[in-house]
């Protein structure tokens, strides 16, 4: 874990405004910085940037954060990544806090393997571009293959010389560990020697989600039937094949903007499609979809659609993890390459606006089709034919979701259409399969339903009228204001003893008033606020714009955002300064208080009015129109002393 005091050192260097600019144009505009919105299409530019309250809003698509979201957001880094990305910015060394020794072994072997692997890269890199033998024999493959420069440096691709120990004596001459040399495959020992394990082979750099180099892909050039096509890093620390998918550091904001996910099986695929200019492909190394490389996908996407050869090995393979695909719950959709190309000679052979047509005609839905390649397989079989009915049940009832309900029943219809077969027995075959589920599952199941049932436990008020609506739609604003103040102004001074925090959890708790804010997001806020006080801690803005729960983080943007400021043209057209909000903080807090004072007589004189409304004795009318006089008069006087104007 990353320590506190390393989260206080990036905090207080972080400038949104420098942030942000790194990936989006941005002009000035008075006191805040105007681009065009980089989660959304726009010409008119509605992306706002505010360096004074660090946190940027789009008016456009409603986006908005502060510079530790918007990385998380534009880059799809976790919390922990965005925050070493912006320590690596600002030079600030991070300490971890008290680990486990295994742990910091790990996470030791892990900063070497990065270490090798970008010397290696860059070794390799090198060898292609600037020797004789890499120009010869590589570059010129690659140049027949159709890539360009732009290419080639963007992907980072290399050479390994055919020499046997060429690049593990450049490393040992680099004073690099014989054991992670070893550990990161790039060399193996034989008969007491390093030698080359790449050796005569294009590299293809492998990328994590922050862009460092997790292992490598090694291409024969020519035909060898002694040797593999494909070499591949063994699994280490940072290389796990099962989380794996190629090109998804160069193609997670095409993804996040296309909203879909094109999935190939091979590195040149990926690399083609990117130079045609379709950006938003991954590839999976040609092995079974897992749950881990599905959940990546989810992370940008729900639409998954998934191209591959149109032989009988790329079937095959486009049908492996459909089952976990649509458990992840992605919308998988299928495009197979015709005669006998991939996509990789497909997209160089027809051209990038005939491929992007192809695949949006011919896009087969994924349960359909395998049933059809079932079909086909089975025959006139009738055992076999009975397995693919269940097989196809089995598939369906992975559906489990409510919202997937409709697409379930309709697979149903279509299914038992395709297989001839009776419509309720296929339904009544998929709930079978659903009950073995929910039965094995049947503890989680029961927590996840406890959870769900407190959930929908909520006290529902008596909207009894429109001026009741009315009064708890202004209640939601007051108790908005109130924790925008607590946030913004709560470590203000508000006199010699108390400070503006002080004041505040004094008249809710005085009043009885914090059991008045309905909204339980801005009570968390409140009492967030309030732990951290107790603790001896004074929270600013940043404590929570900056808090490593996300959902935090953006209730406190959502409450500091605004979509008006004070022109900067103001004094040329008005005399005399205009106060601003920090200045009359004093009288915000006091008037919003008063706000949330009136909202509780005015529930109060609601309340009583209605119980006036039933039948009661004589001495029990008489003391609820004495209450409700009493009532009237607290109004009075609080709108009196404090020259409030309230709704009806």
Same mark, same amino acid.
């Given at each position: 874990?990353?320590?506190?005091?390393?989260?206080?050192?990036?905090?207080?260097?972080?400038?949104?405004?420098?942030?942000? #600019?790194?990936?989006?144009?941005?002009?000035?505009?008075?006191?805040?910085?105007?681009?065009?919105?980089?989660?959304?299409?726009?010409?008119?530019?509605?992306?706002?940037?505010?360096?004074?309250?660090?946190?940027?809003?789009?008016?456009?698509?409603?986006?908005?954060?502060?510079?530790?979201?918007?990385?998380?957001?534009?880059?799809?880094?976790?919390?922990?990544?965005?925050?070493?990305?912006?320590?690596?910015?600002?030079?600030?060394?991070?300490?971890?806090?008290?680990?486990?020794?295994?742990?910091?072994?790990?996470?030791?072997?892990?900063?070497?393997?990065?270490?090798?692997?970008?010397?290696?890269?860059?070794?390799?890199?090198?060898?292609?571009?600037?020797?004789?033998?890499?120009?010869?024999?590589?570059?010129?493959?690659?140049?027949?293959? #159709?890539?360009? &420069?732009?290419?080639?440096?963007?992907?980072?691709?290399?050479?390994?010389?055919?020499?046997?120990?060429?690049?593990?004596?450049?490393?040992?001459?680099?004073?690099?560990?014989?054991?992670?040399?070893?550990?990161?495959?790039?060399?193996?020992?034989?008969?007491?020697?390093?030698?080359?394990?790449?050796?005569?082979?294009?590299?293809?750099? $492998?990328?994590?989600?922050? #862009?460092?180099?997790?292992?490598?892909?090694?291409?024969?050039?020519?035909?060898?039937?002694?040797?593999?096509?494909?070499?591949?890093?063994?699994?280490?620390?940072?290389?796990?094949?099962?989380?794996?998918?190629?090109?998804?550091?160069?193609?997670?904001?095409?993804? +996040?903007?296309? &909203?879909?996910?094109?999935?190939?099986?091979?590195?040149?695929?990926?690399?083609?499609?990117?130079?045609?200019?379709?950006?938003?492909?991954?590839?999976?190394?040609?092995?079974?979809?897992?749950?881990?490389?599905?959940?990546?996908?989810?992370?940008?996407?729900?639409?998954?659609?998934?191209?591959?050869?149109?032989?009988?090995?790329?079937?095959?393979?486009?049908?492996?993890?459909?089952?976990?695909?649509?458990? @992840?719950?992605?919308?998988?959709?299928?495009?197979?390459?015709?005669?006998?190309?991939?996509?990789?000679?497909?997209?160089?052979?027809?051209?990038?606006?005939?491929?992007?047509?192809?695949?949006?005609?011919?896009?087969? &839905?994924?349960?359909?089709?395998?049933?059809?390649?079932?079909?086909? +397989?089975?025959?006139?079989?009738?055992?076999?034919?009975?397995?693919?009915?269940?097989?196809?049940?089995?598939?369906?009832?992975?559906?489990?979701?409510?919202?997937?309900?409709?697409?379930?029943?309709?697979?149903?219809?279509?299914?038992?259409?395709?297989?001839?077969?009776?419509?309720?027995?296929?339904?009544?075959? $998929?709930?079978?399969?659903?009950?073995?589920?929910?039965?094995?599952?049947?503890?989680?199941?029961?927590?996840?339903?406890?959870?769900?049932?407190?959930?929908?436990?909520?006290?529902?008020?008596?909207?009894?009228?429109?001026?009741?609506?009315?009064?708890?739609?202004?209640?939601?604003?007051?108790?908005?204001?109130?924790?925008?103040?607590?946030?913004?102004?709560?470590?203000?001074?508000?006199?010699?003893?108390?400070?503006?925090?002080?004041?505040?959890?004094?008249?809710?708790?005085?009043?009885?008033?914090?059991?008045?804010?309905?909204?339980?997001?801005?009570?968390?806020?409140?009492?967030?606020?309030?732990?951290?006080?107790?603790?001896?801690?004074?929270?600013?803005?940043?404590?929570?714009?900056?808090?490593? &729960?996300?959902?935090?983080?953006?209730?406190?943007?959502?409450?500091?955002?605004?979509?008006?400021?004070?022109?900067?043209?103001?004094? @040329?057209?008005?005399?005399?300064?205009?106060?601003?909000?920090?200045?009359?903080?004093?009288?915000?807090?006091?008037?919003?208080?008063?706000?949330?004072?009136?909202?509780?007589?005015?529930?109060?004189?609601?309340?009583?009015?209605?119980?006036?409304?039933?039948?009661?004795?004589?001495?029990?009318?008489?003391?609820?129109?004495?209450?409700?006089?009493?009532?009237?008069?607290?109004?009075?006087?609080?709108?009196?002393?404090?020259?409030?104007?309230?709704?009806?």
């Amino acid at each position: 874990m990353i320590s506190q005091h390393t989260i206080q050192q990036i905090l207080s260097r972080i400038d949104v405004v420098d942030i942000v #600019g790194s990936f989006v144009k941005l002009k000035k505009r008075g006191t805040n910085y105007l681009g065009l919105c980089p989660f959304h299409n726009e010409k008119t530019p509605s992306f706002t940037v505010s360096p004074v309250k660090e946190i940027y809003k789009c008016f456009g698509c409603g986006r908005s954060g502060n510079s530790i979201s918007f990385l998380m957001e534009h880059e799809k880094y976790s919390y922990a990544e965005a925050l070493r990305w912006l320590a690596n910015r600002y030079n600030v060394e991070v300490e971890e806090t008290e680990t486990s020794p295994a742990y910091k072994e790990a996470q030791q072997k892990a900063d070497s393997l990065y270490i090798i692997n970008s010397f290696a890269q860059k070794y390799f890199s090198d060898l292609l571009l600037n020797s004789e033998e890499g120009r010869d024999i590589a570059l010129s493959y690659l140049k027949e293959r #159709g890539f360009n &420069d732009t290419i080639i440096e963007k992907f980072q691709l290399g050479y390994c010389s055919q020499q046997r120990e060429a690049f593990a004596k450049a490393a040992v001459a680099a004073q690099y560990n014989t054991e992670f040399l070893l550990k990161s495959g790039l060399v193996v020992n034989r008969d007491e020697q390093l030698v080359d394990n790449y050796r005569g082979r294009i590299i293809f750099p $492998v990328h994590n989600q922050t #862009g460092k180099i997790i292992g490598f892909g090694a291409r024969i050039i020519g035909k060898n039937d002694r040797a593999p096509k494909y070499i591949n890093t063994p699994e280490n620390e940072i290389y796990i094949k099962s989380k794996i998918l190629y090109g998804s550091y160069f193609a997670r904001q095409a993804i +996040d903007r296309a &909203d879909e996910c094109l999935l190939v099986e091979g590195y040149t695929d990926v690399i083609s499609l990117h130079q045609a200019g379709i950006e938003n492909v991954v590839a999976s190394g040609g092995t079974s979809l897992t749950s881990d490389q599905l959940r990546l996908v989810k992370k940008y996407t729900n639409n998954l659609t998934i191209i591959y050869d149109g032989d009988s090995a790329g079937i095959k393979a486009a049908l492996r993890g459909l089952d976990l695909a649509l458990e @992840e719950g992605l919308n998988v959709q299928l495009v197979l390459i015709p005669d006998n190309e991939d996509p990789d000679s497909y997209v160089n052979k027809v051209g990038k606006e005939v491929f992007r047509d192809f695949i949006a005609q011919n896009k087969k &839905d994924f349960v359909l089709f395998q049933l059809e390649v079932s079909l086909k +397989d089975a025959g006139s079989d009738s055992n076999k034919k009975s397995a693919v009915v269940n097989r196809i049940a089995e598939t369906i009832s992975k559906l489990n979701k409510t919202e997937d309900f409709t697409k379930q029943q309709d697979y149903i219809r279509q299914c038992a259409g395709l297989l001839h077969i009776d419509e309720a027995g296929l339904n009544a075959l $998929v709930n079978k399969f659903i009950r073995e589920r929910v039965t094995k599952q049947e503890n989680k199941a029961q927590a996840a339903e406890a959870n769900a049932q407190s959930e929908n436990e909520k006290v529902i008020p008596d909207l009894a009228d429109d001026e009741t609506f009315s009064l708890l739609n202004k209640d939601e604003l007051v108790e908005r204001n109130i924790t925008r103040a607590l946030l913004e102004f709560g470590a203000y001074e508000w006199n010699e003893q108390q400070k503006v925090y002080d004041f505040i959890f004094g008249e809710l708790e005085e009043n009885g008033l914090d059991e008045l804010i309905d909204n339980k997001q801005m009570l968390r806020i409140i009492e967030t606020y309030k732990t951290w006080v107790q603790n001896g801690i004074d929270p600013s803005p940043k404590n929570f714009l900056y808090h490593e &729960d996300i959902e935090l983080s953006t209730l406190a943007v959502g409450l500091m955002d605004t979509q008006y400021e004070l022109s900067h043209n103001w004094k @040329e057209h008005y005399d005399g300064p205009m106060p601003t909000r920090e200045e009359l903080y004093k009288e915000e807090v006091a008037s919003t208080l008063n706000y949330l004072k009136l909202r509780k007589i005015k529930r109060l004189i609601d309340e009583n009015q209605r119980d006036l409304e039933k039948i009661h004795s004589p001495e029990e009318q008489l003391t609820l129109l004495q209450t409700h006089q009493h009532l009237k008069q607290l109004e009075i006087e609080l709108i009196r002393n404090n020259g409030t104007v309230i709704f009806r």
